[in-house]
T-cell receptor, first 113, second 116 residues
Framework: NAGVTQTPKFQVLKTGQSMTLQCAQD?????MSWYRQDPGMGLRLIHYSVGAGITDQGEVPNGYNVSRSTTEDFPLRLLSAAPSQTSVYFCASSLRRSLYGYTFGSGTRLTVV | AQTVTQSQPEMSVQEAETVTLSCTYDTSESDYYLFWYKQPPSRQMILVIRQEAYKQQNATENRFSVNFQKAAKSFSLKISDSQLGDAAMYFC?????????????FGKGTKLSVKP
């Protein structure tokens, strides 16, 4: 199993540009989430999904958009990149009720200049 | 809403010694999961240990163990016989037991250094 695959690993954007961070999992997990990690802030939830066709906002959703058309894929779209979105982004997935927590992708380091 | 607090931004331990990382949380729920994740410089999030709230017995995974005090809402991580490879950021996380509130809520992390 590949687990959770995130692409790209690194990205530099100019202010105002848009892009999509890709996330795919092959474990048939119902739950998928996007987090951003900033120094001293831990991981904060951006958006999440509890199944195909169902998404909801997390703690810091502004400037991001998501959709979930399949169980496997959960892309994160930056609509108009801003320097405040410079961060490390993690995608994660989990079964609905699981003691085993979430499986994380390897992260994307995004820099907006 | 649930919150997770890690009061130690940085900790240091001598190789082969024992260190304890603190975590407290706030919730009104009775059933939930608690986790410790390790993040080495590679950035990968690695699950270290997990605890179900309804189990009174503290979880243990090799050199890692927890002290779970449900009434005090405390979930500390003890690392025994510390190794250089234990140097990393450690995050405490909370997860509701069921329903749609299944997201992980993280503390801000503790950076652990291991001195040779």
């Amino acid at each position: 199993n590949a687990g959770v695959t995130q692409t790209p690993k690194f990205q530099v954007l100019k202010t105002g540009q848009s892009m999509t961070l890709q996330c795919a999992q092959d474990m048939n997990h119902e739950y998928m989430s996007w987090y951003r990690q900033d120094p001293g802030m831990g991981l904060r939830l951006i958006h999440y999904s509890v199944g195909a066709g169902i998404t909801d906002q997390g703690e810091v959703p502004n400037g991001y958009n998501v959709s979930r058309s399949t169980t496997e894929d959960f892309p994160l779209r930056l609509l108009s990149a801003a320097p405040s979105q410079t961060s490390v982004y993690f995608c994660a997935s989990s079964l609905r009720r699981s003691l085993y927590g979430y499986t994380f992708g390897s992260g994307t380091r995004l820099t907006v200049v | 809403a649930q919150t997770v607090t890690q009061s130690q931004p940085e900790m240091s331990v001598q190789e082969a010694e024992t260190v304890t990382l603190s975590c407290t949380y706030d919730t009104s729920e009775s059933d939930y999961y608690l986790f410790w994740y390790k993040q080495p410089p590679s950035r990968q999030m690695i699950l270290v240990i997990r605890q179900e709230a309804y189990k009174q017995q503290n979880a243990t995974e090799n050199r890692f163990s927890v002290n779970f005090q449900k009434a005090a809402k405390s979930f500390s991580l003890k690392i025994s016989d510390s190794q250089l490879g234990d140097a990393a950021m450690y995050f405490c996380a909370y997860r509701s037991y069921g329903g749609s509130q299944g997201n992980l809520i993280f503390g801000k992390g503790t950076k652990l250094s291991v001195k040779p």
